[in-house]
């Protein structure tokens, strides 16, 4: 699949082992709490939908996915922080429900940071509604947790 957004063609190639490094260099830049490298490299020795939105050479972002029985679990989903706000997050989106659809997939789900009000506006735009929350899910600043607000997307 490739879209041109922003007068830049980007499409998407699935992560493997030999783009690793550079994804985890990415993730270290985009979060106080990053992912590392094993958990990517788990990902896919998982099988997990991974895959890298790029154009050309260049990643301008990610998303990892997990497939159960009648749903998708999105764990991961980063647009590169030079990227950002140029709806590259949105078109990752369209194509994580159209892989999801595809599997068979009846819902989409998610997790994100209460803090994360940027992403939560984007999740809720794409349809996205909040369904509960998980208290201490996620590691914090000093030691400490932070809760997540659980989302879903009927398919």
């Known amino acids: 699949m490739s ?4 007068t830049i063609e980007a499409q998407f190639e699935p992560l493997t082992e030999a783009r690793l490094d550079e994804v985890a260099a990415i993730e270290q830049t985009a979060y106080a709490h990053p992912w590392s ?3 990517f490299a788990d990902s896919l020795r998982s099988g997990y939908q991974a895959q890298l939105l790029t154009a ?8 990892v996915a997990m497939k159960g029985v009648d749903e998708v679990h999105l764990l991961n989903i980063t647009v590169v922080p030079a990227s950002q706000a140029q709806g590259w997050g949105r078109v990752m989106l369209d194509a994580l429900s159209i892989w999801s659809r595809g599997q068979g997939a009846q819902w989409l789900w998610l997790e994100v940071r209460v ?9 809720e735009r794409h349809g996205f509604r909040r369904v ?3 208290k201490n899910y996620y590691p914090a600043h000093g030691g400490q947790r932070e809760d997540a607000v659980v989302m879903s997307l009927k398919l």
Do not use: C, D
């Not at 803090?115 to 999740?123: D, E, F, G, K, P």
């Open 37 to 39: 490298r094993g958990n």
């Open 132 to 134: 509960g929350e998980r």
């Open 115 to 123: 803090s994360n009000q940027r992403a939560l506006q984007i999740y």
């Open 56 to 63: 050309g050479e260049q990643i301008l972002g990610y998303f």
């Open 3 to 6: 879209a041109v957004f922003n």
